[in-house]
């Protein structure tokens, strides 16, 4: 069992930067690949980065790509989401999910993949 706890949500101007945490506990250590996801109200579930957790190699949803950063700190089980040039459009609850599937990396994470997930984290973007 692996859980997940996400902070760092909150409410910023277009343009400004939050950066997201998600805390792993557990078993940890078969846990193959880490996530974001975020959900607008009244819109599907939509997979925005993910990582391996062996190899580094990383993905990323278009709509987010050079303006989102996912990365990982091992040594303490913590895993990040980077986010400037933030916009409304980025407004929604954003989860952290893991994995002890493969990932493929070539596309953006898919929800159906990440058997483990956090409670979410509130991100506001104001124009």
């Known amino acids: 069992q692996v859980q997940l706890v996400e902070s760092g949500g909150g409410s910023v101007q277009a343009g400004g930067s939050l950066r997201l945490a998600c805390a792993t506990f557990g078993y940890t250590w078969s846990i193959y690949g880490m996530g974001w996801f975020r959900q607008a109200p009244g819109k599907e579930r939509e997979g925005v980065a993910s990582?391996?957790?062996?190899?580094?190699?990383?993905s990323y949803a278009d709509s987010v790509k050079g303006r989102f950063t996912i990365f990982r700190d091992p040594a303490k089980g913590m895993l990040y989401l980077s986010m400037d040039s933030l916009k409304p459009e980025d407004t929604a609850m954003y989860y952290c999910a893991a994995t002890y599937k493969k990932l493929d990396v070539s596309i953006p994470p898919m929800a159906e993949d990440f058997g483990y997930w956090g409670q979410g984290t509130q991100v506001t973007v104001s124009s």
């Open positions: 990582i391996e957790t062996l190899g580094g190699s990383v």
